[in-house]
C-alpha cells in the first residue's frame, strides 16, 4: 500500500508569477495530481483561484487536476471546470444545499467526485454516499488559507475513514489536506491515507520543488 501513495501538490503555496514552471517543476519531480483550492470569499473567508486559473494550469500539465472547491453551492462551477479540463472535483458535504445531487452531475459529465469534510464535521456523514464518490478529503486544518498547523485530533478521523471505505464496496481513495509537511506525513500515511496534499511542504524557499517532493516521499518509505 504505501508504494501506491500519491502526493498532490497545492499550487496555493506556489509562485503565481512562476506558476507554469512549478507546476511543470512539481511534474518533473514526481508529483501524481496538481492540487487547485478554488474559494469564493463566502464559504471560506479567502479569495482564490476561478475557472481561469484552471484552465491555464490545465494547458500547463498533463497531471489529473485535483479541484478542491471550497465555494458556496458548488453545482454553479461544475460544468465550466469539467469543461476546461478539471478531472476530479472535490465538495465540501457543508456546502451543497444537495450533494448528491451535485456528486451526480459532476459524475455524469464525466469527472471524478469527491467529497471533503471538515475537522468539525463526523465523518459518518459520508456513510450515504459511499457508493457514488471516487473520494474522500479529510482537512486537518480549518479551510482557508495554507500554511496553517496541523490538527493532530484528525489522525483518529483518518483511521476511521479508513476502516469505514475497507468495510464497505466503495473504491474511493481517502485523501487528507492541511498541514501535511516532514513532520506530519508519516502519521497521515499510517492513519491510511491513499493521497497527500502539500502546499507550502513542496513549495518553500528552503528547497526546490523536485527536493520537497522526495523529502515527502523519502520519509513514506
Known sequence: MVSEIKIAPSILSAD??????????AQEGGADYI??????????SNLT???????????ATDLPLDVHMMVSE???????????????????????KHIHRTI?????????????????????????????????????VNPGYSGQEFIKSMVPKIKNVRKMLDGSVSEAELEVD??????????????????IVAGSA????????????KNIRDLIF
Open 202 to 213: 513542496v513549495y518553500n524557499d528552503k528547497y526546490t520543488v523536485a527536493q520537497s517532493i
Open 104 to 140: 451526480l452531475d459532476i459524475k455524469n459529465l464525466g469527472a471524478k467526485a469527491g467529497i471533503a469534510i471538515n475537522p468539525g464535521t463526523s465523518f459518518d456523514v459520508i456513510k450515504e454516499l459511499l457508493d457514488q464518490i471516487d473520494l474522500v478529503l479529510v482537512m486537518t
Open 35 to 44: 492540487h487547485i483550492d478554488l474559494m469564493d470569499g463566502q464559504f471560506v
Open 49 to 59: 483561484m476561478g475557472p481561469l486559473i484552471v484552465d491555464a494550469v490545465r494547458k
Open 74 to 96: 458548488p453545482s454553479r462551477f461544475v460544468h465550466e471546470l469539467v469543461d476546461i479540463g478539471a478531472d476530479l472535483l472535490t465538495v465540501h458535504y457543508e456546502s451543497a
Open 178 to 195: 492541511g498541514g501535511v509537511n516532514v513532520d506530519t506525513v508519516r502519521s497521515v500515511v499510517q492513519a491510511g491515507a491513499d493521497i
Open 16 to 25: 503565481f508569477g512562476m506558476l507554469r514552471d512549478q507546476i511543470v517543476e
